[in-house]
């Protein structure tokens, strides 16, 4: 990620987002802990009011197809200022239903599933959009900008289904140079997901599209899947906007879609979290490093009000684990929503996670600075194995090897082990 390139810079054309899971308590268990996901929407909203910009979501806007009182509560008080904005969506596996709940909340936005949506060739950038949207995500898909047509399905459970589903939506679309068009799904996809849980798979997707978006990772990546015929498209994971659980990624942004297929991003505020690794330490130096954390939480800046108070996720060795969870509340006492986690719990919840999610790396920073930066980077997010990885395939990309292997082995070394 850098400054906005200029070759970057087209007209921009849709919000891109997903995941919104909209429920009042995301943590169901968490009765304190409420108001992610209205802030989230918020924000997104807010943006699109601001700069004219239609939003554009891929799924699972509601965490039900029941959503409790409250949600709708909150979701119909946001009418008033959804009303100011445009946008289309699908329907996720978490929110699918007849009709969709979101067409009580924005009744003149287009459900992708009864038909396409048009995004025209964007506008002249309004002022004060490049302030926010200030860092480059994906170069361009053309050499100029062209008139983007949306279409899309609601989540389908079975592969065949999918299959026969995309093959038939590819026959009713018409190629045009001048057009882009663009697919949006809510489906398990390699390389995000599980081969084995995987709907959608490479040679499925139609020809005639330049761009897939897919909800259902909360993570923003961007990755390539094959056509039919072999062509390579983008593939965009909006990610989710809010927390939902403590092993997440906590950075979360979405897109700017531009008319010639570039995508620019902004991060949005989610509440923050602070990972703290306990294990094989004694009392005397658990005590120590939760002061340490409590110091550095005092003197974070405030965020939002709905989000104001941080989540602690403490890992700690299975023998000490209520001991450490007493220490933590002694310090912490009502300043921060604490989860504690055993070892070999928190090894079995980030098993798998995606390298993508340390995508804001400093590649640069890291090879100038070395194992002080690596360590300022394990700090901030969850102490895992997947970090190690991340680093090594980053720097393997450099020309200086031997650089690489002297603080790839240094970095091992120091790796605190979870």
Same mark, same amino acid.
């Given at each position: 990620?850098?400054?906005?390139k200029?070759?970057?810079?087209?007209?921009?054309?849709?919000?891109?987002?997903?995941?919104?899971h909209?429920?009042?308590?995301?943590?169901?268990?968490?009765?304190?802990?409420?108001g992610?996901?209205e802030?989230?929407l918020w924000?997104?909203?807010?943006?699109?009011?601001?700069?004219?910009?239609?939003?554009?979501?891929?799924?699972?806007?509601?965490?039900?197809?029941?959503?409790?009182?409250?949600?709708?509560?909150?979701?119909?008080?946001?009418?008033?200022?959804?009303?100011?904005?445009?946008?289309?969506y699908?329907?996720?596996?978490?929110?699918?239903?007849?009709?969709?709940?979101?067409?009580?909340?924005?009744?003149?936005?287009?459900?992708?599933?009864?038909?396409?949506?048009?995004?025209?060739?964007?506008?002249?950038p309004?002022?004060?959009?490049?302030?926010?949207?200030?860092?480059?995500?994906?170069?361009?898909?053309?050499?100029?900008?062209?008139?983007w047509?949306?279409?899309?399905l609601?989540?389908?459970?079975?592969?065949?289904?999918?299959?026969?589903?995309?093959?038939?939506?590819?026959?009713?679309i018409?190629?045009?140079?001048?057009?882009?068009?663009?697919?949006?799904?809510?489906?398990?996809?390699?390389?995000?997901?599980?081969?084995?849980?995987?709907?959608?798979?490479d040679?499925?997707?139609?020809?005639?599209?330049?761009?897939?978006?897919?909800?259902?990772?909360?993570?923003?990546?961007?990755?390539?899947?094959?056509?039919?015929?072999?062509?390579?498209?983008?593939?965009?994971?909006?990610?989710?906007?809010?927390?939902?659980d403590?092993?997440?990624?906590?950075?979360k942004?979405?897109?700017?879609?531009?008319?010639?297929?570039s995508?620019?991003?902004?991060?949005?505020?989610?509440?923050?979290?602070?990972?703290?690794?306990l294990?094989?330490?004694?009392?005397?130096?658990?005590?120590?490093?939760i002061?340490?954390?409590?110091?550095?939480?005092?003197?974070?800046?405030?965020?939002?009000?709905?989000?104001?108070?941080?989540?602690?996720?403490?890992?700690?060795?299975?023998?000490s684990?209520?001991?450490?969870?007493?220490?933590?509340?002694? /310090?912490? &006492?009502?300043?921060?929503?604490?989860? $504690?986690?055993?070892?070999?719990e928190?090894? @079995? =919840? %980030? *098993?798998? #996670?995606?390298?993508?999610?340390?995508?804001?790396?400093?590649?640069?920073?890291?090879? /100038?600075? &070395?194992?002080?930066?690596?360590?300022? $980077?394990i700090?901030?997010?969850?102490?895992? @194995? =997947? %970090? *190690?990885? #991340?680093?090594?395939?980053?720097?393997?990309?450099?020309?200086?090897?031997?650089?690489y292997?002297?603080?790839?082995?240094?970095?091992?070394?120091?790796?605190?082990?979870?």
């Open positions: 990620m850098g400054l906005l200029r070759e970057t810079v087209s007209r921009p054309i849709a919000l891109i987002a997903g995941d919104l909209m429920m009042h308590h995301a943590w169901v268990d968490r009765k304190t802990l409420f992610d996901a802030y989230g924000q997104i909203a807010y943006l699109s009011g601001k700069f004219g910009l239609p939003i554009l979501l891929a799924g699972d806007q509601f965490n039900s197809t029941s959503p409790d009182l409250s949600t709708l509560g909150t979701m119909i008080r946001m009418q008033g200022f959804l009303a100011e904005t445009n946008g289309c699908i329907q996720g596996n978490h929110d699918k239903t007849s009709p969709p709940w979101m067409k009580l909340v924005v009744r003149h936005w287009t459900h992708l599933e009864e038909g396409p949506a048009d995004l025209g060739t964007g506008e002249k309004p002022d004060g959009l490049w302030d926010i949207f200030r860092t480059s995500g994906e170069g361009p898909l053309f050499d100029r900008d062209k008139r047509h949306v279409y899309g609601d989540y389908l459970l079975s592969q065949e289904l999918l299959a026969d589903r995309l093959s038939a939506l590819g026959k009713t018409r190629t045009d140079p001048k057009v882009a068009n663009l697919l949006v799904l809510h489906q398990e996809v390699p390389p995000w997901t599980p081969a084995f849980t995987c709907q959608l798979l040679g499925m997707v139609p020809d005639c599209f330049d761009m897939l978006v897919v909800g259902h990772v909360h993570d923003a990546q961007v990755a390539t899947i094959r056509s039919r015929r072999g062509r390579p498209i983008r593939m965009v994971s909006p990610g989710g906007v809010h927390l939902l403590v092993t997440e990624n906590p950075r942004k979405i897109w700017l879609l531009q008319a010639n297929g995508l620019l991003s902004v991060p949005l505020q989610s509440r923050n979290r602070r990972t703290i690794n294990c094989g330490l004694t009392e005397s130096e658990r005590k120590k490093k002061k340490e954390l409590c110091t550095t939480l005092s003197k974070t800046v405030s965020r939002s009000k709905a989000i104001d108070t941080p989540i602690v996720y403490a890992v700690c060795d299975n023998a684990a209520v001991e450490t969870r007493k220490m933590l509340l002694a /310090e912490l &006492g009502d300043t921060a929503h604490l989860f $504690v986690s055993r070892k070999a928190h090894e @079995k =919840a %980030v *098993q798998g #996670i995606d390298a993508a999610r340390l995508e804001d790396i400093d590649v640069r920073r890291y090879l /100038e600075d &070395g194992f002080v930066y690596a360590q300022k $980077v700090q901030e997010h969850e102490p895992d @194995k =997947a %970090v *190690q990885r #991340i680093i090594g395939s980053l720097l393997a990309s450099e020309i200086n090897p031997a650089l292997h002297s603080l790839k082995t240094e970095f091992q070394e120091k790796q605190p082990h979870v």
